[in-house]
């Protein structure tokens, strides 16, 4: 069974960092897209980046500039580089993989998922 499993969440005051990574566990072959999500209480999930095999990003408008996502295929671990935290990033972020996918990662059916790790934020 594959395993997605985030850590790093936490309590952060704006204008803070943080690293979300996430382990991933018999996944194979290698997935082509891994990306990051979050939702927020009483709103829809949102793709907030994504990375491909060949390490190509793209990013949410929202977080443009002040995160970034990269991967570490030889430990099978997804990442995510927080800066200058907003109240706005507080939400539950998932990282997530393809499977049997090869093209836009931004626009592709991610088939598994991790549990989630809370990110808050206060002003």
């Known amino acids: 069974q594959h395993q997605l499993v985030e850590s790093g969440g936490g309590s952060v005051q704006a204008g803070r960092s943080l690293l979300l990574s996430c382990a991933a566990s018999r996944l194979s072959p290698t997935p082509f897209c891994m990306g990051w999500f979050r939702q927020a209480p009483g709103q829809e999930r949102e793709g907030v980046a994504h990375i491909t095999l060949r390490e190509v990003t793209t990013y949410a408008d929202s977080v443009k500039g002040r995160f970034i996502i990269s991967r570490d295929n030889a430990k099978d671990t997804l990442y995510l580089h927080m800066n200058d935290l907003k109240p706005e990033d507080t939400a539950m972020y998932y990282c997530?993989?393809?499977?049997?996918?090869?093209?836009?990662?931004?626009?592709?059916?991610?088939?598994?998922w991790g549990q989630g790790i809370q990110v808050t934020v206060s002003s």
């Open positions: 997530a993989t393809t499977r049997d996918f090869i093209g836009p990662c931004d626009h592709a059916e991610y088939a598994i």
